[in-house]
């Protein structure tokens, strides 16, 4: 039987001014293309939003902090 290691990373995706994803909950955002994808803080400004536990939404500029495999990352990229 053959194991499968998936190794996940941590990375910053900066959010576009134009994109899609402006107005929307960070996890939601993610969720439909690459539900295993985690958001682990958002970075707005000087205001950090934990998206477990904090409501924000996405805005230009952001910052979100996820952690992912290397192939959820390309695919998001």
Partial sequence: MTCIVQHRY?????????SAHVGQDPVAALHNDYPEVEVREVFQGPRVCYPETDTCTLGG????????TAAELVGIL
């Avoid at 941590?10 to 134009?18: K, S």
């Avoid at 500029?61 to 992912?68: I, K, Q, Y």
């Fill in 61 to 68: 500029g952001d910052v979100m902090l996820v952690s992912a």
């Fill in 10 to 18: 941590i990375a910053e995706l900066a959010i576009p001014q134009d």
